[in-house]
Structures are given as structure tokens and as C-alpha cells.
């Protein structure tokens, strides 16, 4: 029974194992093809954004409310005129956001990065995973003046010459008030063992099993809880929760092929009275609300 026992654990443990390498690859974002890169205006979410890492260079500039990213084991807080370098080897979770919270997202293509950043002050935006802390606090003044670049540059997305000009103009300016600004407090290290947790669970990790998940990180399941709560700033039930819900999301459409029910289960919840109670407490609309809004806007469209 015993060596049963082992085996089933052993092949458990080879599964997430998996699972966490599978968080590690890098994701290929659905860019335009003649565009150099991306730029949007990103308004809260009621849900995590999950783990990932990309080719393309990113920069987030924070216009209102407070989060915080785990990147890298290494949690970062973002608050109004802050400005974050997301290098592509980096893995970031944006684990935290107040209700106000909003920020402008820039995104560049590596083959633009090479051709615009040929000067050495920007050869650091090149390497794939440099080390140190790259967040920091812009002036109300400078962070106004990327507002304004980023505003004036999506008014031209459908002119492609300007926007890529504008999207390169856009990074030089970025990366020349971020150098100017004052450093953030670097975040708190987190701990391994609740990094890896962290990734497993919101890269769709199923079942509740605290045992079996702190035996697959190295901790007793009371010190992965504890450690977890305390730096992730949530429990590993709400933060499961929250994946749970953010996968739902991006499963349902509408109902187009499947049900709510149906698509609760695929995504994790155990039940739709859990569905309900998860969906109502942080959607803050009962899952028919929410429903009947996504289905007149559909037919509005």
C-alpha cells in the first residue's frame, strides 16, 4: 500500500511538475503584423491577470489606483506616476488592483527594439532578463507628458507609419524620464516555495489538495498558508479563486457553446452554488446579471 502510495504521489508531483515548466514558456501575443507593437489603455479587471512572459518588451505607466505584480518571485507595488519595465524573460502576475486602478500599456516587437535602441544609454532595454528593480516614480509633470504621447498616439493606430514612428518616439521618452525619476522602494522577496505555488495554481492547477500541493513546493501545508497569506497579501483559497474566475472569462461567450454551468466546471469551481458565491463576491453582479449585460452588448454591437 505504501509503495502505491509512492508511485501515485510521484506521478502526481511529475504532473504539476510539468505544469509549472508548461507557466514558463513564453506566450505569443497576437500583435497586428505591420504594427512594431501595441499600445492600450488597460481599466481594471476584477480579476488577475495570469502568469506569463513575452518576446515583446513592455511598459506599464500607472494613471490611477494602486496593484502590485509578482515578478519573478519578487513582488513589486505600482501606484499613480509610476512607470515598470517588463523585460521579456521576466514571469509577472498582476496579482493585486484597487477598484480605481488604470494604466497605459506599451508594448514593443524585438526586431523594432533593435532598430530603435542603438544608442548605449537604451542598450539595457535589449537583454532579456537584466538584473535589478525597474520600477520607479515619475513627477506629476513627466507622467503627464506620457499621458498626453499616449493619448495622441492611439488617435493615429490606423495610420501605420505615424503610429510605429510614434510607438518609438513613445519608448525613448519613457525610458529618458524613467532614468530621471526617482527609484521605487524595491519590492519584497518572495518566497520560493510561495512563487511556485502561486504560478501552479493560476496556470489552471486542479483540485483544493493543500497537501499535496505543499508537498510538490518543499513546505508544511501550515507554513505555505501562513507564508502565502502574508506575502501575496491573499489566501491560496481566494487567490484560487480568483484564477478560477479570470479562466471562466475567458472560456464563456455568451453562452454561444456552452452554459455557465458547464463552462464553471471546466474552469475549476466545484459546484455553481461556489460558482455563484465566488462570481458574486468579486464581480460584485449575480453570474444572470452579468449574463444578460454581455448578451445586450453582444446583440447592441
Not at 517588463?86 to 480605481?100: A, R, V
Not at 454551468?261 to 449575480?286: N, P
Request: net charge negative; hydrophobic share 40%; glycine share 6%.
Amino acid at each position: 500500500m505504501f509503495l502505491l502510495y509512492a508511485t501515485i504521489l510521484a506521478e502526481t508531483s511529475h504532473i504539476i511538475l510539468n505544469c509549472y515548466h508548461i507557466l514558463s514558456m513564453k506566450q505569443k501575443l497576437l500583435l497586428p503584423t505591420n504594427h512594431s507593437g501595441a499600445l492600450w489603455f488597460y481599466d481594471r479587471r476584477p480579476y488577475p491577470i495570469r502568469a506569463h512572459h513575452h518576446e515583446e518588451l513592455e511598459c506599464n505607466l500607472v494613471v490611477r489606483g494602486h496593484g502590485a505584480y509578482l515578478i519573478d518571485g519578487r513582488k513589486t507595488e505600482i501606484a499613480p506616476h509610476s512607470i515598470l519595465w517588463l523585460f521579456p524573460g521576466q514571469n509577472h502576475i498582476l496579482l493585486e488592483q484597487s477598484p480605481d486602478f488604470a494604466m497605459w500599456i506599451l508594448l514593443i516587437k524585438p526586431d523594432f527594439l533593435a532598430q530603435i535602441c542603438v544608442d548605449e544609454g537604451c542598450k539595457l532595454l535589449l537583454e532579456e532578463n537584466p538584473p535589478g528593480n525597474f520600477c520607479r516614480y515619475l513627477t506629476e509633470k513627466q507622467a503627464k507628458k506620457l499621458w498626453q504621447q499616449c493619448e495622441e498616439i492611439t488617435a493615429v493606430q490606423d495610420q501605420l507609419s505615424y503610429f510605429n514612428i510614434g510607438l518609438g518616439y513613445l519608448l525613448h521618452t519613457a525610458w529618458f524620464l524613467y532614468q530621471q525619476a526617482r527609484l521605487v522602494a524595491i519590492g519584497a522577496n518572495v518566497h520560493p516555495a510561495v512563487d511556485q505555488a502561486a504560478r501552479l495554481i493560476n496556470g489552471g492547477l486542479e483540485g483544493d489538495d493543500l497537501i499535496s500541493l505543499a508537498q510538490t513546493v518543499g513546505l508544511s501545508p501550515h507554513r505555505l498558508s501562513r507564508l502565502f497569506k502574508q506575502q501575496i497579501e491573499m489566501s491560496l483559497t481566494d487567490f484560487r479563486n480568483k484564477c478560477r474566475l479570470e479562466r471562466f472569462l475567458e472560456l464563456y461567450e455568451n453562452g454561444r457553446n456552452k452554459t455557465m454551468l458547464d463552462t464553471a466546471m471546466e474552469a475549476g469551481f466545484g459546484s455553481y452554488a461556489q460558482f455563484y458565491r465566488v462570481f458574486k463576491q468579486i464581480m460584485d453582479v449575480t453570474p444572470a446579471d452579468f449574463d444578460r449585460q454581455l448578451k445586450s452588448t453582444d446583440s447592441s454591437s
